[in-house]
């Protein structure tokens, strides 16, 4: 059973960074798309970033582009998200996900292993 584990939420002014991590355990990842996604209250959970474990290739929402990176250390099946210029609209609880599929990588149903959420606040 893969176990996903974020960490790295916290309180930050508008303007400031942050970095989240997220932690696999439990499976072999090598061909996993990992994903970000947020969801704040009384919305849908959305897409944010996800990163091919393969190639690294990136993709990213059009809200964080240029603000958010991406990346992972497949040696620590760790995946990471840079968080910068911060905006007030950022707040959410983060989640990261992974996909063992071939599947669109901006689409939750395409992911089948969650993680719990790490509540990232940004502050104006």
């Known amino acids: 059973q893969v176990h996903l584990v974020e960490s790295g939420g916290g309180l930050v002014e508008a303007g400031g960074s942050r970095s989240l991590s997220c932690t696999a355990s439990g499976g072999t990842f090598s061909n996993f798309i990992m994903g970000w996604f947020r969801q704040a209250p009384g919305k849908e959970r959305e897409f944010v970033a996800a990163i091919r474990r393969s190639n690294g290739l990136t993709y990213y929402s059009d809200s964080v582009k240029g603000r958010f990176t991406v990346s992972r250390d497949n040696a620590k099946n760790t995946v990471y998200l840079q968080m910068s210029s911060l905006k007030p609209e950022d707040t959410a609880e983060y989640f990261c996900?992974?996909?063992?599929?071939?599947?669109?990588?901006?689409?939750?149903?395409?992911?089948?292993?969650w993680g719990q959420g790490t509540q990232v606040t940004v502050s104006s």
């Open positions: 996900a992974a996909s063992d599929n071939s599947g669109s990588p901006f689409y939750t149903a395409n992911y089948v292993y």
